[in-house]
Every structure is written in structure tokens, then in C-alpha cells.
């Protein structure tokens, strides 16, 4: 009689790739390195698990960053009252103070400042296309819900946003305008035309 392998071989996985990236995200937060195999040997994972979910350290922080940054926005807009580019502004405008703030940013910034800024500007990796394609979505239902008329496509709008964010908020500290959010407010009011 021969056997059918219905799943994979070895044991299963001590815990969920939920759970992996949920930990991360609290180290984090915390200020800590996200280290993987620290975070493997935690939560009773091999190695190869987490390579399997996040194939590398930068991905996992990838995922990591958009998955905080989208359902921080979604959860700002929720909570923002009104629609068209108005709503849009004040959503994207808060969560950048909030991203300026936020110390787990900061910190990793500060310690890997080239892999940080890597992650969070490669149009190539996983954070910066998973916020373009939050902020797009968002524009799309103002859009949508008959509130709001873009004189420029969605999806072009989004990526501004994102790109214009990424300059004030972390990545042009040399020219002084790192972590100005009142100024990233008026260029963001000018696109949106608020």
C-alpha cells in the first residue's frame, strides 16, 4: 500500500507566522533589534520556519513596517470624520506626526540607517509598495464615495504621498528637513488640493 504525504514533513510549527510577525513588530516598538532567530527560538520555531515565511531579515521588517503602516492609516481615516481631500489630509497628516514620533522609528533609523532607509524606500521591496497601494485604495474610495476629484490618477497621488513622506519624515536629514511634518502638510495640501 502506498502512502500519500498530505502536508509537509516534521513537526508542525510550534507557533503561526501571525505570531512571528506579531512579536516583531513589539520588539519593535519596543526599540529592540528584531532579531530572527531570537524570535525563532522564543516562540519554539527552526530557523528554516521563519526562512520559509519571511525568506530574509529585510522582508520580515518589510512586512513588518507596511503591515503597521496600513493598519495604522486605516484606523486614523476610520476615526476622521468627513470625506474628500480635506479627510485625506488630516488622515495622512496625523500619521505622519504619529511615524515622526514613534521612538521604534527612530531607533531603528538611528541604528541602521542605510538598511532602514532600504526597506523603507525600495520601490522593490515590501513596505513601500504595500503604503503606496493603502494610500491609493483610500484616494480610490473618496474617490468612489463621490467626495473627491484628484486632478492627478490615484495611483500617481499615492506614490507622491508616500515618496514626499519618506523625504520629510526620515530619508533627507542632510538638507534639514527630516521630521518636518508642518511643511510635508502643505506640499501634501497642495497635491490633495485641499
Same mark, same amino acid.
Given at each position: ?5 498530505? $502536508?509537509?514533513?516534521? /513537526?508542525?510549527?510550534?507557533?503561526? /507566522?501571525?505570531?512571528?510577525? *506579531?512579536?516583531?513588530?513589539? =520588539? ?10 531570537? #524570535? *525563532? ?6 530557523? *528554516? ?9 529585510? !522582508? ?20 476622521? +470624520?468627513?470625506?474628500? !481631500?480635506?479627510?485625506?489630509? +488630516? ?5 505622519? /506626526? ?23 524606500? +525600495? +520601490?522593490? $521591496? ?10 491609493? =485604495? ?6 468612489? !464615495? ?15 504621498? #508616500? ?21 510635508? /502638510? ?9
Amino acid at each position: 500500500m502506498t502512502r500519500v504525504a498530505t $502536508g509537509r514533513p516534521g /513537526r508542525p510549527a510550534a507557533a503561526t /507566522r501571525e505570531a512571528a510577525l *506579531a512579536l516583531a513588530t513589539k =520588539r519593535f516598538l519596543k526599540c529592540e533589534r528584531v532579531d530572527v532567530q531570537a #524570535i *525563532a527560538r522564543e516562540l519554539g520555531l527552526a530557523r *528554516a520556519t521563519m526562512h520559509r515565511w519571511f525568506q530574509t531579515r529585510e !522582508a520580515l521588517l518589510g512586512e513588518l513596517l507596511g503591515t503597521m503602516g496600513e493598519q495604522r492609516l486605516l484606523q486614523i481615516r476610520a476615526e476622521t +470624520s468627513g470625506g474628500g !481631500a480635506r479627510a485625506l489630509l +488630516s488622515t495622512f497628516d496625523q500619521f505622519n /506626526r504619529e511615524l515622526a514620533a514613534l521612538d521604534g522609528m527612530r531607533a531603528f533609523l538611528a541604528q541602521e540607517q542605510e538598511r532602514a532607509l532600504r526597506i523603507l524606500t +525600495s +520601490s522593490g $521591496g515590501i513596505a513601500q509598495p504595500h503604503m503606496v497601494g493603502t494610500v491609493q =485604495r483610500m484616494i480610490e474610495a473618496e474617490v468612489e !464615495a463621490g467626495g473627491y476629484a484628484p486632478k492627478i490618477e490615484p495611483n500617481v497621488l499615492a506614490y507622491a504621498i #508616500i515618496r514626499l513622506g519618506e523625504a520629510f519624515l526620515y530619508n533627507d536629514a542632510i538638507i534639514g528637513i527630516r521630521g518636518d511634518t508642518d511643511r510635508l /502638510r502643505e506640499i501634501e495640501a497642495a497635491l490633495l488640493g485641499a
